[in-house]
């Protein structure tokens, strides 16, 4: 089954002060996320991706289409319980310790009483913050309230996970930590649906993405896919500064950069690079597959986009 | 979208319904406590300290108290109140406030100066009221006027009224009758010409309704006992004369050689009793007549065309 | 359904005081216990008037500044902080939320008045040096107090559900003083015809009207109170507030979270 199908979401804002004039936040949107997969929404700044969740989440009411979530309408109540929303950097009750906050989102998620400490407790642990009993949600620096956001987002167990720019505040750490939690809800057959603007996080995690550009969905697919070598090509990097002949002789393109030289060469000449190598004494470093960067495809359809937009300008 | 809907129309229903017991209930409470805003009136023993209390917006305060003032002096006029204790109270409150408001001075001179249940009975309270205006407003020449029309209309004092008169006369562009109606006040005080210029000077000099027409009250039963003391003369006149009482009025008049059959304010002609007293034909139309009444009559005041 | 309104309720009346909120309890309780004493040391005979007067007087302005000042931000300061997106991303319906958010409101004036009512009996207590039978009809005005707060958070709540925060707290104070002078709005309206008559008369019903809970100065001066009232103003506040509650629910249903 699906677990997230967007059927031309839409949404149209008035803006201004005496004459109204539309704007168009998001384009019709035609989407589906299957379950227990984990799916990317990428897009630059203000491309639409929150408006996208806060329609999902009934926050916000479309201007036309609709969604359904476990195959049910998105608007039902009962769907709610089965979903886990992460706003862009949170921001909670100042006055109430994460042990409270989380326990008063279980109450309203409908824990039973019996369950909810052993929950609380058990999520914050999951999220790394095991020491802040009694400290109020005002003293948490901005790492540690987007991990509360977190629990607070898988504290029920939902089947579904909407993050929207869910590392946004975190060190490195902080982020790999994220990332290693997704890819667990993940294995536990849970579905996550995030926003993000890091393709890097993108390229790691996701089995498939989307891209969103002013309103529009430019691109979607899976990651393999988009980001898979055409070329045919191999990047091998070695020690030292030396280029043997045998390897120019292949048409190979070196580049040397400190202490190591890098050659792009054909697939089919990889044999013939690395016995070149041997020959020669020189040590191999690596020896990878050159594939295009989600980058690369992320910045073309959005260059793309831009084009088409300015020749119907 | 269903909730939504299902939501939304119980909500607006249940607004309307509240809306409506919450005015029924207002209406039923209002009447469990009539005059409920004049409470406190009761119990600011100072208007200084309301004054002080009213930081600054006394002005608006003071236009609240005014209307609660009219307000409780029409309610209680048109439900034939043979008191205002109150009146005097408000109107302090009012004008300690506003000095400047001198509609309110006005209407005490119409209102508190005269007895039950035309008026509050404090004349004493109502020359305070007035002296308090004077001096708060020394060249208003209306208040000079009002001080004498009370001395003149409620305590008979003549001379105090003409007094005031002349005091107000002074004044830089005081109204010129007012040097006129001191003068009467030496000699024609008691005459009914005086009295009609005082009132149509109330009524000239006043925008409030109910001062105004209380003033046409008054003309009106300035004329009823003008007309009947001299038809009763004419009777008098009448009997020397013949030595008896005349049989009707049309022989009262072929025979004095009135000029036509005489008329009441309304055209209702007069009355002439066997026993040759002149009588209106309407008594309660003319509720300030003194003279043209039937014998043991007691006036019901009510106004008309007044708005309660 | 019940038990989300509850804990809503209760969540926020546990924000209410870890705000710092019942710190206004010690600022009363110095003003009067000032006012007590200073009123002991002058003439006796109206001691227990003014204890009355700035006792009620007091809970009744510090009541209402607190309704609007925590009741504007219910709603409007949840939507500004965002801390709304993630409880209603839980199965809780909006107008939950609302009425929730209402008895948590409610409930905090009710208990920060007892508690000032406990303050207004132990002024009371210092200058007389026992209680009467008609110091029972300080309870009545205490009650009608309350009754007062019930209209006022719900006018609150209403304006936080569609206005910013600022915008709100204007609404709502200057509601309150309209309200207070209902009575003579329905007077005017008396004196005016027509259209003119119709519009005033509207705006004077649809207006909270607060005279018929000022009872302060009667019950000062030992003038008993009617059961009657007790019940008709009752019902009054509950259906305005119902009102005034329907209404928010209805806004907040429709309103987009930007």
């Known amino acids: 089954m699906n677990a997230i199908e967007i059927l031309g979401l839409e949404k149209t804002y008035l803006v201004g002060f005496w004459a109204k004039r539309p704007k168009r936040a998001l384009h019709p949107l035609h989407l589906n996320v299957e379950e227990g997969e984990i799916f990317g929404f990428l897009g630059p700044n203000g491309a639409g991706k929150t408006t996208t969740l806060k329609l999902l989440m009934g926050l916000v009411f479309p201007s036309a289409g609709s969604a359904r ?70 003293k948490f620096s901005k790492g540690m309230l987007q991990r509360v956001g977190i629990a607070q987002a898988i504290l029920h167990e939902p089947r579904v996970l909407f993050f929207d720019e869910p590392m946004s505040g975190l060190d490195p750490i902080g982020r790999r930590e994220v990332r290693d939690l997704m890819e667990q809800l993940k294995h536990e057959g849970k579905t996550v649906f995030f926003s993000t603007h890091i393709l890097s996080d993108a390229e790691a995690l996701c089995d498939r993405v989307a891209i969103i550009h002013q309103g529009e969905l430019r691109g979607i697919g899976a990651v393999e896919d988009l980001t898979s070598s055409v070329q045919g090509k191999v990047e091998i990097v070695w020690q030292g500064t030396q280029v043997p002949a045998s390897m120019k002789a292949l048409g190979a393109d070196c580049h040397v950069t400190g202490d190591t030289v890098r050659a792009v060469i054909d697939e089919r000449q990889q044999d013939a690079a690395i016995d070149a190598l041997r020959r020669e004494r020189l040590r191999l470093i690596a020896l990878t597959p050159v594939r295009t960067s989600l980058e690369a495809y992320f910045v073309e359809k959005l260059q793309r986009a831009e084009t088409t937009a300015g020749s119907t300008a | ?294 014998p043991g009559y007691t006036p019901q005041p009510k106004f008309h065309g007044e708005q309660p | 359904m019940n038990a989300r309104i509850l804990h809503i309720a209760s969540n926020t009346f546990r924000e209410a005081v870890r705000d710092r909120l019942l710190y206004n309890l010690i600022a009363f309780a110095v003003l009067l216990s000032g006012a007590a004493i200073l009123v002991g040391q002058i003439s006796i005979d109206i001691e227990k008037l003014v204890v009355i007067n700035l006792g009620l007087t007091a809970v009744s302005l510090f009541g209402i500044v607190i309704a609007i000042f925590i009741g504007i931000g219910l709603v409007s300061k949840e939507i500004e902080k965002r801390t709304l997106y993630t409880v209603l991303s839980r199965p809780v319906r909006r107008w939950e939320f609302i009425v929730g958010k209402y008895f948590g409101l409610a409930g905090t004036l009710v208990v920060n008045t007892f508690f000032m009512a406990i303050g207004v009996f132990a002024a009371l207590f210092y200058v007389s040096h026992k209680f009467v039978r008609a110091d029972a009809l300080v309870l009545v005005a205490l009650y009608f107090i309350v009754l007062e707060f019930l209209i006022i958070c719900s006018l609150a709540l209403l304006f936080s559900s569609f206005s910013s925060p600022l915008l709100s707290a204007v609404f709502a104070f200057s509601l309150f003083v309209i309200g207070s002078f209902a009575e003579d709005l329905r007077g005017f309206a008396a004196m005016t015809h027509g259209f003119t008559r119709w519009l005033v008369t509207g705006a004077a019903y649809l207006v909270p009207n607060f005279s018929a809970f000022n009872i302060v100065s009667s019950i000062a001066h030992e003038q008993p109170v009617a059961m009657q009232l007790v019940w008709h103003n009752t019902l009054y506040a509950l259906f305005y507030a119902a009102m005034a509650l329907s209404g928010a629910v209805l806004i907040f249903e429709y309103r987009n979270l930007k």
């Open chain 1, 69 to 138: 979530i476990l195959g049910r309408d998105w608007t039902d109540p009962e769907v709610k319980a089965q979903i886990g929303f992460l706003p862009e950097q949170p921001y909670f009750y100042d006055h109430l310790t994460a042990h409270e906050l989380l326990n008063y989102y279980a109450q309203l998620s409908g824990v039973p009483a019996k369950e909810r400490s052993r929950r609380v407790e058990s999520t914050l642990q999951r999220v790394a913050l095991p020491d802040v009993k009694g400290v109020q949600l005002r």
């Open chain 2, 1 to 294: 979208m269903k909730q939504r809907r299902k939501v939304s129309l119980i909500a607006g229903l249940c607004a309307l319904f509240s809306l409506a017991a919450s005015a029924l209930l207002l209406h039923r409470i209002d009447q469990l406590r009539p005059q409920s805003t004049l409470e406190d009136v009761l119990y600011i023993s100072s208007p200084k300290l309301l004054k002080r209390a009213s930081l600054g917006y006394d002005g608006l305060l003071a236009d609240i108290y005014w209307t609660r003032a009219v307000q409780y002096f029409g309610f209680r006029h048109h439900n034939h109140a043979d008191s205002y204790n109150l009146l005097a109270p408000l109107l302090e409150m009012t004008t300690q406030l506003d000095p400047h408001l001198i509609v309110a001075y006005e209407f005490g001179a119409s209102f508190l100066a005269p007895p039950p249940p035309s008026g509050a009975g404090e004349p004493e309270r109502a020359i305070q009221l007035m002296e308090y205006g004077i001096r708060n407003n020394p060249d208003n020449w209306r208040l000079y006027y009002d001080l004498g029309f009370v001395y003149y209309m409620n305590l008979q004092d003549y001379r105090k009224a003409a007094d005031a008169f002349e005091r107000g006369s002074k004044v830089p562009n005081a109204h010129p009758f007012l040097r006129l109606l001191a003068a009467q006040m030496a000699e024609h005080a008691g005459d009914f010409n005086t009295a009609r210029m005082l009132w149509s000077a109330t009524y000239q000099n006043s925008q409030d309704k109910q001062i105004r027409a209380n003033a046409v009250e008054h003309l009106r039963a300035l004329r009823v006992d003008e007309d009947v003391t001299h038809l009763q003369q004419a009777v008098t006149r009448f009997g020397e004369r013949t030595g008896r009482l005349p049989t009707s009025m049309s022989e009262l008049v072929a025979a004095e050689g009135l000029p036509g059959t005489p008329v009441d304010p309304d055209q209702h002609p007069y009355k002439l009793t066997p026993e040759g007293r002149v009588e209106v034909r309407v008594p309660d139309d003319f509720p300030f007549a003194t003279k043209g009444l039937p």
